[in-house]
């Protein structure tokens, strides 16, 4: 099946620290990605939508200039956490789907523990 | 507006024994609807997917799905639990006319005794 490859998996740092998270399509191109946060047992959040080679889409609530998005290659998606806070420690999960097609399932990354002390 | 609900936050049954994880789905037209299993500190898995045809749909590691339209649901069920089933599941819909945005439901924390 496909596989999205997400890394780091876990990340502790300082606060004020920027952390850049890698989201990759390893056998499909994905034109569209989806950035989710998740907090203690409780059900994904989507952030945002990236698009290959145009500005991601954003939910609302979700600061655009705190949580960047590039979607440069049809394989990789980053999410850059900026001058992270305590308050942004939570698990970050992309995912990717083949094609266009809604009826198509999202393959997930593993997920990457954001702690930030 | 789409949602998806899963009314039960934990299920808990012995192995061997049948289960049923439980979703209700809202959506305004025709839904593709999906569940997803999640080990702790992993992203999610695919289980199963119901797109159109029979309302029983057969996905990984024996786990099947009904999608009933008169009652909006499209529970989970397996004959037999394994003690590897505990995980959380998370079933998800998206509108046929939305695009690709999922909407998930909350979550039900699967416990097999042993």
């Known amino acids: 099946g496909a596989v999205v490859s997400q890394h780091p998996s876990r990340v502790i740092c300082k606060s004020g620290t920027s952390v850049k998270i890698e989201c990759r399509s390893l056998d499909f191109q994905a034109t569209t990605m989806f950035w989710y946060r998740q907090f203690p047992k409780q059900s994904l959040m989507l952030m945002a939508t990236s698009n290959e080679g145009s500005k991601a889409t954003y939910e609302q609530g979700v600061e655009k200039d705190k949580f960047l998005i590039n979607h440069a290659s049809l394989t990789l998606s980053t999410l850059t956490v900026t001058s992270a806070h305590p308050e942004d420690s939570s698990f970050y999960i992309c995912?990717?789907?083949?094609?266009?097609?809604?009826?198509?399932?999202?393959?997930f990354g593993d997920g990457t523990r954001l702690s930030i002390l | 507006a789409q949602s998806v609900a899963q009314p039960e936050d934990q299920v808990n049954v012995a192995e061997g024994n049948p289960l049923t994880v439980k979703c209700t789905y809202s959506v305004s037209g025709n839904p593709y609807l999906f569940w997803y299993v999640q080990y702790p500190n992993r992203g999610l898995q695919f289980l199963l997917k119901y797109i159109t045809g029979d309302n029983l749909v057969k996905g990984s590691y024996g786990f099947e799905a009904e999608f009933n339209k008169s009652q909006t649901s499209f529970h989970l069920k397996k004959p037999s639990a394994l003690v590897s089933d505990s995980a959380l599941y998370f079933c998800?819909?998206?509108?046929?006319?939305?695009?690709?945005?999922?909407?998930f439901g909350p979550g039900t924390r699967l416990s097999v005794l042993p």
């Open positions: 998800a819909v998206r509108d046929r006319s939305y695009g690709q945005n999922f909407v």
């Open positions: 995912s990717g789907g083949r094609g266009q097609d809604s009826n198509q399932p999202q393959h």
